[in-house]
């Protein structure tokens, strides 16, 4: 079973402001779980959301001079 983050404890797995996760939530952006009247996000839903957001850098190809 995967483990069970709080709203906190995701803000600061990404280095971010308690706001950032419950817009998340809010917008239904990644994968939540009611608890009673707590969230949790499940660790692997946080994975995969950094993963979904993650962008690769651009590779530049060199100009051949003639």
């Known amino acids: 079973m995967d483990r069970l983050l709080s709203v906190n404890e995701v803000a600061e797995l990404l280095g971010t402001t308690i706001r950032f996760p419950r817009r998340l939530i809010e917008e239904r952006r990644i994968v939540f779980v009611k608890v009673g009247r707590h969230v949790r996000i499940p ?24």
Do not use: I, K
């Open 43 to 66: 660790e692997s839903a946080v994975t995969a959301f950094v993963a979904a957001n993650t962008v690769q850098p651009v590779t530049r190809r060199l100009r051949s001079v003639a």
